[in-house]
């Protein structure tokens, strides 16, 4: 599994990365019990679903000790997975309280280095050098609510299912970016939309 995430993740993973991995798993299946994190159909993949799923969105890392944003974080995917591959700060923003506490937890027991804000996107300050949110709302909506944390020079990393490019379409209409579309290395029906130069249309 290391070779497979180094291979996700494009980079190196130690034996200590990967046993941080295998606790949030631990932890991650523990919690299922008490909130519905992630579907409990996934779990007997949840290795290719989730773990690598997140680990290859690190490609897109701009440069080494970047800081990343996870908006509506959830159960900590990608967040968590990315804030175990790479060195520089990562902030969870997950407006559920429970769930919240949940990735607080995560982060003590992981000792990784990473705030957890319980808010909604637009109540957070700051900007950051990559951008990612799973599973939250279309492209479109995505901009919208975490705009404000960007710089022309931020790289967005959102991972995406069939819709990509009708997504990319509706949210060039009133949003303004450089995108690329990338293929997915867990599902071959599934694309990456890597965005910079992100601005409101005028």
């Known amino acids: ?14 034996r200590e990365t990967f046993e941080k991995l295998e606790r949030y798993v631990d932890l991650l299946k ?10 409990a159909s996934t779990f007997e993949q949840v290795w ?19 800081s990343w944003v996870d908006v509506g974080s959830g159960a900590g995917l990608p967040g968590i997975v990315i804030a175990c ?9 997950e ?12 982060c003590e027991s992981l000792d990784l280095r990473v705030s957890v804000v319980c808010a909604k996107a637009g109540r957070v300050d700051g900007s950051f050098d990559v951008i990612t949110a799973r599973a939250v709302a ?12 960007s710089t022309r020079k931020t790289v967005w990393a959102l991972p995406k299912g069939r819709s ?4 990319l379409a509706e949210a060039s209409r009133t949003w303004q970016f450089e995108a690329r579309e990338e293929p997915s290395c867990t599902d071959p029906q599934s694309t990456i939309l890597v965005l910079t130069g992100v601005g409101a249309r005028r």
């Open 164 to 167: 990509g490019q009708a997504e």
């Open 1 to 14: 599994m290391i070779e497979r995430l180094e291979q996700a993740a494009q980079r190196p993973v130690s």
């Open 138 to 149: 279309n492209l479109r909506d995505v901009l919208k609510i975490s705009a404000h944390l």
């Open 30 to 39: 523990e919690e299922n019990g008490r909130q519905n994190l992630i579907s």
């Open 48 to 66: 290719d679903r989730h773990i690598l799923d997140s680990a290859q969105l690190v490609r897109y890392e701009p440069a080494p000790g970047a």
């Open 95 to 106: 407006p559920r309280r429970l769930r919240a506490e949940f990735l607080h937890k995560v």
């Open 85 to 93: 591959l790479v060195q520089g700060p990562v902030t969870l923003v």
